[in-house]
């Protein structure tokens, strides 16, 4: 997808945990050169929840009905407005060599099926790892520094 602003985009990005393993999904991005969490642009048309749902799919063949959301924290409900998951965070950070930012929203997803199958155009290169494997991954720079962080964060709240 282009840009929707020069300058700043809203995205969401999504940690899949293993439905019956301690390992996480990641996926080989093609455009940044190593692995990493899935996610995508939240299109003008979209709300982030619809944006998890399109690229979750995309990416990764999950539907609505293979995962569910992990909520870290939740405010009041039912107050009359569309209720969206609360993501774990709000985060921005530059994205590429040029002087433009992604501001994210991520979730942690615990899939129902340990099945993998992104659609045509997707990155094909996804599996599930363990938190050593990616600690090594991450010593290797095929893994970024803030994704290893994110990851062993979630093995040490989330994990059994």
Known sequence: MPHVN????????????????????????????????????????EDPLETLEKELY??????????????T?????????????????????????????HIDMPYIIKSKTAVLQPLEGESQQIDWFDIPAIQDMSKNKQVDP???KICEWIADKHFD
């Open 73 to 101: 924290h939740q405010g009041p409900s039912g107050i009359g407005v569309k209720e969206l998951p609360n993501p774990f965070g709000l985060h921005m950070y530059k994205y590429g060599d040029k002087n433009h930012w």
């Open 58 to 71: 995309e990416e990764s063949g999950l539907k609505p009905e293979n995962y569910t959301i992990i909520e």
């Open 6 to 45: 020069e300058l700043y985009d809203f995205t969401v990005s999504f940690f899949v945990i293993h439905p019956t393993e301690n390992k996480i999904c990641l996926h080989y991005h093609k455009k940044l050169g190593f692995w990493n969490n899935l996610g995508g642009h939240i299109e003008l048309d």
């Open 146 to 148: 803030s994704t290893l």
